[in-house]
């Protein structure tokens, strides 16, 4: 793999020229920025009506000389009151629109700058990359002196509200180190944030822009201008589609490359900035003591103490030889008071603090129980232990994980922040089980499989049980460990996809899952999971089955008895036909027996834009009674008038709705993967499970059930589960299990369907 900080690409005048009026030249590196602030500042020197008392000045990407192929133009047309400016600026701005170049500009007297300045924060860290481009340059070194003087003289006093300021944006955007779809401008630890550590060591306050910052800051702006070149316009998201070009342009070997170097660059800068913030606290703080003298130190936690509002260890702590547990109980305390530990600290414990004995000493594993269970404070403190290489110590599978890419598009995360999130997640859980401490350890190791050979949660259960004995746990509670990382994903898989009135699906968890308290844990576990995942990867649908499920495997395992199937809706088989009840999320139909029943139901609500989560179909007394539970496709609820009365014509066989009906179907048929179908054998006690896995889209439901109508199937139960842009589909066939022959057609109809 080739180093990131060689790979510059073309640059000078054999580049690719990206605005053909301005002669700006493309390209990835140093050299190649600098020939496109050198092409800007000739093309506006050209086009800038001379005019005594007035200079052009640039701020931003081209004040600093850091243009990317597709960036913005940030100007400020400085003059000392001339008449007739407002004329003048538009003789300059039009040009440049007319170029095709979005253009951010101002025009101002030095004065008025200043006083903007004064107000705005943002504003004045932009006047520090003020550079003169053409007309007067006494007035350009003028407002470069003053504004860099004014924001020394108040950086102390400006840095909280731009510490706000940064604080909302990252809440907005995320943190590029973890995130699979980051902003490298806006997110934390992106190009921003190299802005505010720049105007940090403006002010000094602190040797923010160490070597490590600098070269982060170039890869970063590589990988940027590289992003531009790649989708042909401004755009600083780096979206999974456009890795492996981007990673291309840069002579890396794949897009995953790509992402673990941007996720080291990002932590570089969040580093380096919360250093920055610390030390502008510090000042602060010691601007604001009433008495002179040493600082105060608090006893926090057993050779621990805090010190100007940092943890830093106990001086009987760095005088004897260091328990091997001292780097984790620091940890411990540091996520539970949510206090930074100091950064002398942490290079004296990754220096001096003995490796873990195999097993962990009994202080060793509480405290990693403390820190997994101390909730808000987990991740920043977890995040410090892993950027000075303690994590390491403690878990030598981290540095497989650290910055592993997740390419399944329901996660925001990578690897090594969802396993923490949900440690974070499960903290919520820890009263709702019997023993918190395992919760909390199976929700860290969980994913610990992932991005080795074979299914993640078969291999990686013996790598969890090997981690919880090493940590010092007993056989029995380590094997657990393994058992919640091996079923971890057991019961959304079989609540989403399986018919949960059947008693063979129930009996099959209870058998799997064993006891009741490891129920518990999965279902907890299962909960934590979702919630660090993203939020395509839970709802309360979803929730509301998972709860189902464990409710009548509990009473399973409690009883020994599987709980019988509910009996169907009271209202549904008496009265005139057809019965359509309407619930917020539930959709039931009683009409008269005949085939195909569930498919016009399936279309009606497609046509109303309805998802069906869940579908059962039975026979009662000569009735057809078809329940579905369903969620607005686009967040849109439909007029429920219009859908029953819809419902109702339909399943009378009105013609004119089934031919709506068809129109949809078709004109919803979209590319995707090719479909796959899988036959289940003994997955039901009185049926046959055919599983569809495909690309979604609407009325998908619709067309399959029609298929397996026509091709003489008959469904009993229907489960629909959407995982991104795909669906696992399983449909309960009735009877037995069919002859190679028919399945062959049944198989031949719904490939057709999709």
């Not at 699979?180 to 505010?196: F, H, N, S, T, Y």
């Not at 709860?547 to 008496?574: I, M, S």
Request: proline share 6%; hydrophobic share 45%; charged share 25%.
């Amino acid at each position: 793999m080739t180093s990131l900080t060689t790979a510059t690409g073309p640059t000078g005048s054999g580049a690719p020229v990206v605005n053909e009026v301005v002669g700006v030249p493309g390209g990835v590196g140093d050299a190649a920025r600098s020939a496109r602030a050198d092409a800007f500042d000739a093309w506006l020197r050209r086009i800038f009506p001379a005019r005594s008392g007035v200079a052009l000045v640039a701020v931003g990407g081209l004040g600093r000389r850091q243009c990317a192929p597709y960036g913005d133009l940030d100007l400020v047309l400085l003059h000392a009151g001339v008449a007739g400016i407002d004329e003048l600026a538009a003789s300059l701005w039009y040009p440049i629109w007319d170029a095709g170049l979005r253009l951010d500009h101002s025009v101002r007297t030095v004065a008025e700058a200043l006083s903007v300045a004064q107000d705005d924060v943002k504003v004045a860290l932009g006047l520090l990359d003020a550079r003169h481009v053409a007309g007067d340059p006494a007035l350009t070194g003028q407002l470069a002196r003053t504004a860099t003087d004014h924001w020394r003289r108040t950086a102390i006093r400006q840095l909280p509200g731009l510490r706000e300021i940064t604080a909302a944006r990252w809440e907005a955007h995320g943190e590029l180190a973890f995130l699979l779809e980051g902003d490298l401008k806006e997110a934390a630890g992106g190009l921003r944030d190299v802005g505010i550590l720049r105007a940090i060591a403006t002010a000094g306050v602190t040797d923010a822009l160490r070597p490590a910052v600098h070269a982060a800051h170039r890869r970063l702006l590589d990988t940027r201008d590289a992003l531009h070149q790649q989708v042909r316009r401004r755009v600083d998201r780096l979206l999974a589609q456009e890795r492996d070009g981007v990673a291309k342009q840069l002579m890396l070997d794949e897009g995953d490359a790509l992402l673990r170097l941007v996720a080291g660059d990002a932590r570089t800068v969040s580093h380096a900035l919360d250093d920055a913030w610390r030390a502008a606290d510090r000042l602060r703080s010691g601007r604001h003591r009433a008495a002179p003298g040493r600082p105060l130190r608090r006893p926090v936690a057993r050779d621990v103490v805090e010190q100007d509002g940092e943890l830093v260890l106990a001086r009987t702590a760095i005088g004897a030889r260091p328990d091997p547990s001292l780097s984790l109980r620091i940890a411990a305390a540091a996520a539970t008071t949510r206090l930074p530990i100091a950064r002398a600290t942490c290079e004296w414990l990754a220096a001096y603090c003995p490796p873990l004995p195999a097993p962990w000493p009994p202080a060793a594993r509480a405290a990693l129980t403390t820190l997994l269970g101390a909730g808000a404070g987990l991740v920043p403190a977890w995040e410090t232990c892993d950027r000075y290489g303690l994590i390491d110590g403690w878990l030598p599978e981290w540095t497989r994980l650290r910055s592993l890419p997740q390419h399944n598009p329901v996660h925001r995360f990578t690897l090594d922040r969802h396993l923490v999130q949900t440690a974070y997640e499960a903290s919520r859980h820890t009263r709702d089980v019997e023993r918190p401490d395992l919760l909390l350890l199976g929700a860290f190791l969980h994913d610990i499989g992932k991005g080795l050979p074979g299914d993640h949660s078969t291999v990686g259960a013996p790598l969890a049980e090997a981690v919880a004995a090493r940590i010092g746990l007993p056989p029995a509670e380590a094997a657990l460990i393994g058992t919640l990382v091996r079923l971890h994903l057991l019961l959304p898989d079989v609540a989403t996809r399986r018919d949960l009135s059947d008693p063979k699906t129930v009996a099959g968890v209870a058998e799997r899952v064993g006891d009741t308290g490891t129920l518990e844990l999965l279902h907890a576990l299962v909960q934590a999971d979702a919630a660090a995942t993203g939020p395509a990867a839970w709802s309360g649908w979803k929730g509301r089955l998972v709860a189902e499920l464990v409710a009548r495997v509990r009473t399973t395992l409690d009883t020994g008895v599987v709980p019988a199937p509910p009996a169907p809706d009271p209202a549904l088989v008496a009265g005139p036909l057809p019965v359509v009840h309407l619930g917020a999320d539930r959709v039931a139909v009683a009409a008269a027996d005949r085939r195909g029943l569930l498919a016009t139901v399936a279309g009606c609500l497609a046509l109303h834009r309805l998802e069906v989560i869940s579908a059962d179909a039975a026979t009662v007394d000569g009735r057809a009674l078809v329940e579905c539970r369903v969620q607005p496709r686009y967040g849109l609820a439909p007029d429920p008038i219009a859908l029953s009365a819809d419902l109702r014509r339909a399943v009378a066989g009105d013609v004119s709705v089934i031919q709506r009906l068809r129109g949809r179907a078709l004109a919803a048929r979209g590319q995707g993967a090719a479909p796959r179908v899988v036959w289940h054998r003994e997955a039901a006690t009185d049926a046959v499970l055919l599983e569809l896995r495909a690309a979604d889209a609407a009325g998908l439901l619709y067309r399959v059930t029609c298929a397996l109508d026509e091709a003489g199937a008959q469904v009993r139960a229907a489960r629909i589960s959407t995982l991104g842009g795909d669906v696992v589909d399983a449909f309960y066939l009735v009877g037995g299990w069919p002859p190679a022959e028919q399945r062959a057609r049944v198989e031949a109809a719904v490939l057709a369907a999709v």
